[in-house]
């Protein structure tokens, strides 16, 4: 990372009111003396100033815009920031563009780098790095709660106090390997021993807990499993509230497994509609049908939907020990109130997609369910290389004993430790660095 002035885009290119260039470095104050009327040495920070906005060769009047300074630090990335407001044409953005790339010692940001700044910097950790990233790329309110939660410090306070613990045993053991001649006193063995019990059993059950919340992030995936004419696509229709899926009464008309994203009462959901299951010699639809089996196999969960005039589903099609299971009969419709009790008595959910009878009842069954899968935690793992990390540093701490030599027992509380600092960013790797920042947008 240079030392040079950067800017960006903030805001999306096109026509619009308002855009947003964003400027971060040493050279803020000096653009400001160049491009508007305001005199830099009577500048508030976090202050608005109305100005013209000037080309810095013609001295011509670019637009009218909004200036806002932030002095260093108090500001996103910890360096002097300068916010441009002006209208949003491609033809001002393009004339203010030119005149900052007239200047000296700027340049334009690359992907994530205000963020990377603010990182360096010591503005953020890595965790509050990629809330923020969650946030902007969030589509559903439950992803968005998470992602400001992350932002705030829920993961790196987590973390960081696990890592200070084990680093305090470290400390401990280093000391006496610097003194050999001394045995370690009961006392600190104990609170050596009692700090590593503990932390284990807390990232173990982190790690246990917190299944389910990584799809958080991708979506939950249900998928709709059942026979042919169960009325797999039309239910799809029906949660959708519109025409996704291809409905007709000729047996075998889905033959592949589609994919619809949802948002269920704030939670990203992926519905899968399967081919229906059944003996068939359509080499075409037998392919279908793998693929629903293995759909079927690796979902979260499942909707088990058979015609209710058929009156149950053929659980054969089933995985073995698969608890996450939602009994579906449609075709209400189509049945006597007297089935319609039995049906009910087996606490399966009555529905009839077609005319959207009972389906706002499954979708609050969907709904509660998923609230009781997704941990009422503010510390989700919301990313794979939290997990990969945290379990590196529980093997590590199940590696630990106190009756290997002793420099053996540092080492498994060093890497352990090391592991935990990927996380935050507190070891600081450049390909992880390289790869959590190039996801940004510029301008962020």
Known sequence: MDNKTIYA??????????????????????????????????????????????????????DKGLILYFKAPQSFTGEDILEIHCHGSKAVLNSVFKTL??????????????????????????????????????????QQKYAIKQMEGSLKNLYSMWRTDLVKVLSYLEAFIDFPEENIPENICDEILNTVF??????????????????????????????????????????????????????????DSVDVSLDIGGYPVVITDTAGIR??????????????????ENADM??????????????????????????????????????????????HILISAKFGEGVEKLTDFLINNLKEKFSSSTALITRLRYRKSLECCLDNLNNFSLDKEIELSAEDIRLACRAIGEITGEIKISEVLDNIFGSFCIGK
């Open 9 to 62: 885009l903030s805001t999306v290119y096109g026509k619009s009111g308002v855009a947003v260039i964003r400027i971060s470095g040493n050279e803020c104050l000096n653009i400001i003396k160049k491009i508007t009327n305001i005199d830099i040495n009577e500048i508030k920070p976090r202050y608005v100033y109305f100005s013209n906005i000037k080309d810095n060769v013609s001295h011509e009047t670019i």
């Open 101 to 142: 790339n007239s200047l000296d010692n700027l340049r334009l940001a690359e992907p994530g780098e205000f963020s990377k700044r603010a990182f360096y910097n010591n503005k953020m950790d890595l965790t509050e790095a990629e809330g923020l990233a969650d946030l902007i790329d969030a589509e559903t309110s439950e």
């Open 198 to 255: 503990k932390t284990k059993g807390e990232i173990a059950n982190h790690l246990k807990n917190n299944v389910v919340n990584e799809r958080l992030k991708d979506g939950f995936h249900i998928v709709i499993a059942g026979s042919v004419n169960a009325g797999k696509s039309s239910l799809i229709n029906a949660l959708t509230k519109k025409n996704t899926m291809i409905v007709s009464d000729i047996e075998g008309t889905t033959r």
């Open 279 to 296: 003996q068939t010699d359509n080499k075409i639809e037998k392919i279908g049908i793998e693929i629903a089996k293995n759909k079927i």
């Open 302 to 347: 499942i909707i088990a939907l058979y015609d209710a005039e058929i009156g149950k589903f053929d659980e054969k099609i089933l995985p073995k020990n698969k608890k996450d299971i939602i009994f579906v009969a449609n075709k209400a419709d189509k049945i006597s109130d007297i089935k319609k009790e039995e049906i009910k008595e087996k606490k």
